[in-house]
């Protein structure tokens, strides 16, 4: 028999028959990469829906009021017009609910009324002993406290004021600074989670790299680009797909069947986070294309060293 | 067959071929014969469509090689059975596995690949060897398991770089007896050695030999015998177990 050069492509039949065989072979060969990539999906999926649940788990518990209170002390020596001027200016402030002018004889008189029985430590004050004040009083939000004092700073710098207190609720002030702790806390464990599932894909890309050995001598030998990242590519998307599936599985048991409730609870906001607005089926059908992809880039990479297919002239 | 036509080739910007110019029919033994560093593996790479030249043509079955596309190699080297002098095969897959892969790659049916890889291997001489792996075998074995590659399915070029290297006498005989079946089956195969006695024993087939120095052939060396491809006939005129003295050793400056 003479042989004759085939210079086109193989049967399809052939193709299909030999592509499912060597992609048999090569889970066989790479059984301990191919699980390996497997865990190191689970392991991914497991810091994603970490993260996840963190981003869409509820603040610490209860809103602040934001209500805030200013108190302008004026200048002795502003004149009347300018104060009314000052308080006008005042109120078109955003967030300014209301400015009041307290004059320095009200002032002392309601200081006399808080002092009580004791109000006779007071005979004898010249007038004017107490300052004139504007009481400015801001709409509450969310920034309410935040927005006092940045107010506060700037009526300092203005001309007729001498100094300005702010008067705060003790209890908004707390749960602020809790929630404050929180979102922080919440934003470090989320970028570790997004770190380890990065480490987990960056160990599926090393184990998918270890194919290029093997790319480089089926090329050697007459293999199209399909034909030998196509089983790769399979068998990437297989451990993909198993790795998240595992995941999502074992987040929606726990989620039933776990008895502590904020366990239960967090396995519940990880599963919903990676379902997202894809479903958890759509999660594992991106997970079985990263697989698939990753695999594919394995035995894309540059070639190697020797033993490749070393066709572009060297310089 | 092949054709290489003022084929120049630079590494690391110092010239390793020189406008060679280098013809190979089918039906004959090629034998390119020079000291190391004289450039036959690149040559060789050339030749088997793994390395693109600098300059000149590479006629492989009418096409030339130079003017493809990368997406087009495949095609072209499925048709090249391709020896390296340190060979690779596919880890944990075994030794007939790794044989059957240029059969896979050309489509060929599963069953007939396997026959023809294990009549590859009993050619060279390693068929009870099919199960094994790669890795685990002797340096010879490997060599002798690339060399089947290369020949399963007797595709129309055969390049097999020192077919002697690491090999004993007897194992040397079996892989020139085994190009030799493949030359009577109508393929081109081109060698290159620096092993004077596996250059002798195929001189004494009827290998045409050319001699490449620093790059360039060398004018008037070696002899010029043509070999043609005489269907049912021994090419080499003699069996090879003639070759071999009576301990089974290659008979060296016959």
């Known amino acids: 028999m003479r042989p004759q050069p085939a210079v086109g492509a193989a049967p399809l039949s052939e193709r299909f028959r030999w592509g499912a065989r060597l992609t048999v072979q090569g889970l066989r060969r790479h059984r301990g990469a191919f699980w390996l990539s497997a865990a190191a999906f689970a392991w991914a999926t497991v810091a994603l829906a970490a993260c996840l649940a963190l981003a869409h788990a509820p603040g610490a518990g209860g809103t602040a009021s934001g209500s805030a209170q200013l108190v302008a002390f004026l200048n002795d020596d502003l004149p009347p017009a300018d104060r009314d001027a000052l308080a006008v200016v005042l109120r078109k402030l955003p967030g300014v609910a209301g400015v009041r002018l307290l004059p320095s004889d009200e002032a002392l008189g309601r200081m006399r009324a808080e002092l009580g029985p004791r109000a006779a430590l007071l005979d004898g004050v010249e007038d004017g002993f107490l300052p004139t004040t504007l009481e400015i009083a801001l709409r509450p939000g969310p920034q309410g406290t935040g927005r006092a004092d940045e107010l506060a700073w700037r009526l300092r710098r203005m001309a007729g004021i001498s100094d300005v207190d702010v008067l705060r609720n003790e209890a908004d002030h707390r749960l602020v600074t809790e929630q404050e702790t929180t979102r922080h806390l919440r934003v470090a464990l989320m970028a570790v989670s997004a770190l380890l599932a990065l480490a987990g894909l960056w160990l599926v890309a090393a184990l998918a790299r270890r194919r290029r050995g093997d790319a480089s001598i089926l090329e050697g030998l007459g293999f199209t680009a399909w034909a030998v990242s196509g089983p790769a590519f399979i068998a990437g998307a297989a451990a993909g797909a198993g790795g998240a599936s595992v995941v999502l599985v074992g987040l929606r048991l726990a989620a039933r069947l776990v008895s502590v409730p904020s366990l239960a609870s967090l396995a519940a906001a990880g599963g919903r986070g990676l379902g997202g607005g894809l479903g958890q089926a759509g999660t594992c059908a991106v997970a079985t294309l990263i697989g698939g992809a990753i695999a594919w880039w394995g035995t894309r990479l540059p070639q190697a060293a020797r033993g490749g297919d070393q066709l572009a002239p060297e310089a | ?254």
């Open chain 2, 1 to 254: 067959m092949l054709r290489l036509v003022a084929v120049t080739l630079r590494l690391g910007g110092e010239l390793v071929l020189d406008a060679l110019t280098v013809e190979a029919r089918a039906g004959e033994i090629l034998l390119i014969e020079g000291n190391r560093g004289a450039g036959k593996t690149m040559l060789l790479e050339v030749v088997a469509a793994r390395r693109q030249p600098h300059g000149g043509e590479v006629w492989i079955a009418d096409h030339d090689v130079t003017a493809l596309q990368r997406e087009s190699l495949p095609f072209v080297r499925r048709n090249i059975g391709f020896a390296e002098a340190a060979p690779l095969f596919l880890s944990r897959a075994t030794v007939l596995e790794n044989v059957m892969l240029p059969l896979a790659a050309r489509g060929e049916p599963a069953a007939w690949a396997r026959e023809a890889a294990v009549r590859a291997l009993g050619k060279v001489g390693i068929v009870g060897l099919g199960a094994h792996d790669p890795a685990r075998l002797s340096n010879g074995a490997r060599r002798l398991a690339a060399i089947a590659r290369a020949l399963a399915g007797v595709p129309p070029l055969v390049v097999i770089d020192d077919p002697g290297a690491s090999l004993s006498a007897a194992d040397a005989g079996a892989v020139l007896s085994a190009m030799c079946g493949a030359v009577e089956g109508g393929a081109a195969v081109v060698c290159a050695s620096a092993d004077g006695a596996f250059v002798a024993a195929a001189s004494a087939a009827g290998a045409r030999r050319l001699r490449l120095d620093a790059g360039r052939l060398v004018p008037g060396a070696g002899t010029m015998v043509a070999l043609p491809g005489r269907r049912g006939h021994d090419p080499l005129g003699v069996p090879v177990e003639a070759l071999l003295d009576p301990e089974g050793q290659l008979e060296l400056g016959s």
